[in-house]
């Protein structure tokens, strides 16, 4: 472990600004890294595909993580520090920096997947993570990212999810045209709380492939998304509500449309 003293350090310039800088790459200046944070997430992550950069923390978080001969510069810091550092007070005290993965092929994705979550216009970054989360939780064999879907490796993302952003298979495919052909071998269903959908209750889960699809909260799907969809199917609500978050949403029916044991 390598002390560092001085917030302006170089060696720490992948954890500074994390308030004020954007890290994703689809903004100008974005760099694009993967940002952890606290033990169980930066433990993930180095258990994970993408490839560690550095680990920045106090000393007895970064001696938590039991890290022997890592390969990639630990370095520590006083709380102080790493509040002035990344811009915020990190209650988690520790954190590491990756490079991304390359996203795998959709279609070689989708070869041995029988439960597939695909997410349409959800650009919440919290929502993201807690989708991920949930589909880890919940046995998603891999996720899409439909149109207009947002970066679920930004650090929010990351933090919500508790790092499992980091093991669910995902790729990115922007237009329903190419989601209708990869997605021809499932049953897809869009969670959608209105007429004329039916009582999720209905669906046998006992069907080989499943794909969920769900919209941002709002709007919902759009009509391609409804279009390309065998069925869609509703969550139940009580008198004056009419939807769930998304998140928790798409858990109930994950969780109903799990292959039988």
């Given at each position: ?98 490079d991304?993965?390359p996203?795998p ?67 990115t ?41 769900v919209?941002?909260e ?44």
């Amino acid at each position: 472990m390598e002390a560092v003293t001085d917030p302006a350090d170089p060696r720490i310039a992948d954890f500074r600004d994390l308030t004020h800088v954007d890290r994703r790459p689809d903004r100008p200046g974005g760099r694009g890294l993967v940002i952890a944070e606290g033990v169980p997430v930066v433990r993930r992550l180095l258990a994970s595909p993408y490839p560690p950069r550095a680990v920045l923390g106090v000393p007895a978080r970064v001696r938590a993580l039991d890290l022997a001969d890592p390969g990639f510069p630990v370095y520590t810091a006083s709380a102080d520090v790493m509040a002035e550092t990344v811009g915020f007070h990190l209650n988690r005290g520790v954190l590491a920096s990756a490079d991304r993965a390359p996203e795998p092929d959709p279609a070689a994705l989708l070869e041995r997947a029988g439960r597939v979550l695909v997410l349409e216009g959800v650009n919440d970054h919290e929502n993201l993570g807690a989708l991920f989360r949930n589909a880890a939780g919940l046995g998603v064999d891999a996720v899409l990212l439909g149109p207009r879907c947002a970066d679920p490796l930004y650090r929010r993302s990351v933090r919500v999810s508790m790092g499992h952003v980091l093991r669910v298979p995902f790729a990115t495919v922007p237009s329903w045209d190419r989601l209708a052909a990869l997605l021809a071998a499932f049953t897809v269903l869009a969670l959608a709380p209105h007429p004329p959908s039916v009582d999720l209750a209905t669906v046998d889960p006992a069907a080989e492939r499943l794909a969920l699809v769900v919209g941002a909260e709002g709007p919902g799907l759009t009509g391609e998304a409804l279009a390309a969809a065998d069925a869609r199917v509703r969550i139940p609500m009580a008198g004056g509500v009419d939807s769930l978050n998304v998140a928790t949403a798409a858990a109930i029916a994950i969780h109903h449309l799990r292959p039988p044991a």
